[in-house]
């Protein structure tokens, strides 16, 4: 017959004075966690309550942005066209869509600068070496070596 380690041995005043400060203790600390448990898991339902409303709300305004990038972008396809098209009469076909290729671009390029130029500066980072010190063992030479 197995025996739990301790059972055996006659417990002491001092176990039988702290036992049920102990037991009372722990349905306490269990007490406090089933309440933080509680407190914790009602935020994240509202906070997912209130971004499932905002989404029902916003949902008509970000499908209509959707389809006007969409159009927009076919809109600017349509015209860029037509731009090779009609500089096509002037040149070969083959060197206006290179032209308005260059072009474009070269826009893009120039966008790209100019939003690059007004990012915000980036936090400055100072990297810091800390020198450990140098273990005794490591600064003996060893007597073969020249």
């Not at 306490?28 to 029902?56: G, L, N, Y």
């Not at 959707?66 to 076919?74: D, G, H, K, P, T």
Request: hydrophobic share 50%; charged share 20%.
């Amino acid at each position: 017959m197995t025996s739990t380690p301790g059972a055996d041995r006659p417990r002491s005043f001092f176990d039988r004075l702290t036992e049920p400060f102990a037991d009372r203790a722990r349905e306490k600390f269990e007490q406090a966690e089933d309440h933080v448990r509680e407190a914790i898991q009602h935020e994240i339902d509202a906070v997912a309550r209130s971004v499932r409303t905002r989404a029902i709300e916003v949902r008509p305004s970000a499908i209509g942005f959707a389809a006007a990038a969409l159009l927009s972008f076919f809109g600017l396809a349509l015209l860029i066209t037509a731009a090779v098209l009609g500089l096509s009469h002037a040149v070969d076909p083959w060197l206006a869509a290179l032209i308005i290729g260059v072009a474009l671009l070269l826009i893009g390029a120039g966008v790209a600068a100019w939003a690059k130029r007004r990012l915000p500066p980036a936090p400055s980072v100072s990297v810091v070496r800390i020198h450990e010190p140098v273990h005794p063992a490591e600064e003996q030479v060893h007597p073969w070596a020249d």
